[in-house]
């Protein structure tokens, strides 16, 4: 099993940035895709963003592209998810997950193909 810890998240105005970080551990070699989702009061968990361990691809959804950015860092089990131009629209609770098979590299987006998933962390914009 995969567990995974989120830390970073807090309240911030319009226009600033946060960094989230989410450190994997446990059977972390069996890790193909990791994602971060965020769900909004009363919203269903939407995808954010992702990134492939083995060969860095990353994929964005169109609300976040051009201002977040997605990292991982294989030594430390660690993948970052660095947040600027911050919009309050962009407030909600912040989930990491774990994908272990090839489906999240073809389907990143897709709720279901994640295995383990964080706890979460609050991201508040105020405007």
């Known amino acids: 099993q995969v567990q995974l810890v989120e830390s970073g998240g807090g309240l911030v105005q319009a226009g600033d940035s946060l960094k989230l970080s989410c450190a994997a551990s446990?059977?972390?070699?069996?890790?193909?895709?990791m994602g971060w989702f965020r769900q909004a009061p009363g919203k269903e968990r939407e995808f954010v963003s992702a990134?492939?361990?083995?060969?860095?691809?990353?994929n964005y959804a169109d609300s976040v592209k051009g201002r977040f950015t997605i990292s991982g860092d294989n030594a430390k089990n660690t993948v970052l998810l660095q947040m600027n131009s911050l919009k309050p629209e962009d407030t909600a609770v912040y989930y990491c997950?774990?994908?272990?098979?090839?489906?999240?590299?073809?389907?990143?987006?897709?709720?279901?193909?994640?295995?383990?998933w964080g706890r979460g962390t609050q991201v508040t914009v105020s405007s």
């Open positions: 446990g059977r972390t070699f069996s890790i193909y895709t």
């Open positions: 990134i492939n361990l083995s060969g860095g691809y990353t």
């Open positions: 997950a774990a994908g272990y098979t090839s489906r999240t590299y073809y389907y990143p987006t897709n709720i279901n193909t994640y295995g383990a």
